[in-house]
């Protein structure tokens, strides 16, 4: 077994080697002989098919991809890469249907390393680029919900799941959410301009202000929030501003 596990190491080093100065042909040729010699090995087939999708070799990656899964219905790196594959290629109902049955080992996520975690959470937020770049922004949403079910404390992707929940007019969701973030992580300029805006969009304008300005004081040079002040200024009769001191 020990001798097994080396060989494999070794050939895995080779690949990655021959993968990093793009040697496709030499990869695949070593992949295939190594099947040959040592029989089915799902981490094997996975890394045929990783090779077979750098060279858009589309249909023998999922081939490979499906085979690795096969021998072994808990290889999650190979799920994740076929999942990622259908995405690509626009399988999105094929994706959902390769999702699910991970989602189905990966349940009990306690008894998962970190770094799995954090994998599939990472696969989740570019599954939601995937759907937001189609406009498919219901199904963005819920694998942004997914990465932060396993993440909550990700900036980045709260603020891109925000932007879908404005877009699709869950403006008291934007607001319970980057409340949240502002108040868990700290302020943003990002979060405070989507904040105002979702608060102007359900007629609360001094609240609007109120974050804009908070923006601005964060950053003065953010040009967004001191067009959206201005704005916001310029198209009211009454400015809406703190009470002067009354001292001088």
């Known amino acids: 077994m020990s001798s097994l596990r080396a060989k494999i190491t070794d050939i895995q080093e080779r690949i990655a080697l021959n993968l990093a100065v793009e040697r496709f042909d030499v990869a695949v040729n070593l992949l295939?002989?190594?099947?040959?010699?040592?029989?089915?090995i799902a981490n094997l087939h996975n890394l045929l098919g990783v090779t077979f999708h750098k060279q858009s070799e589309f249909t023998k990656a999922i081939v490979s991809f499906k085979r690795a899964i096969e021998i072994n219905p808990g290889y999650i790196e190979a799920s994740l890469n076929l999942i990622i594959l259908y995405c690509d290629l626009g399988l999105y109902d094929l994706a959902r249907k390769t999702e699910d049955s991970l989602s189905k080992i990966t349940e009990n996520k306690g008894n998962l390393p970190s770094l799995v975690m954090g994998r599939i959470a990472n696969h989740h937020c570019e599954t939601a680029r995937y759907y937001k770049q189609n406009n498919?922004?219901?199904?963005?949403?819920?694998?942004?919900?997914?990465?932060?079910?396993i993440y909550p404390r990700m900036p980045d992707q709260i603020l891109r799941l925000a932007e879908l929940e404005f877009e699709d007019d869950q403006f008291e969701k934007v607001v319970i959410r980057l409340k949240d973030l502002v108040s868990s992580v700290g302020p943003s300029t990002e979060a405070f301009n989507l904040l105002g805006l979702a608060f102007y969009r359900l007629g609360e304008t001094s609240n609007a202000e109120y974050y804009w300005v908070k923006s601005q004081e964060l950053n003065s040079r953010d040009r967004t929030s001191k067009l959206l002040v201005k704005c916001l200024r310029d198209g009211v009769q009454q400015q809406i501003t703190p009470k002067p001191s009354s001292g001088g």
């Open 136 to 149: 498919l922004s219901s199904e963005a949403m819920r694998e942004y919900e997914k990465a932060l079910a």
């Open 32 to 40: 295939q002989n190594s099947l040959k010699e040592l029989g089915d």
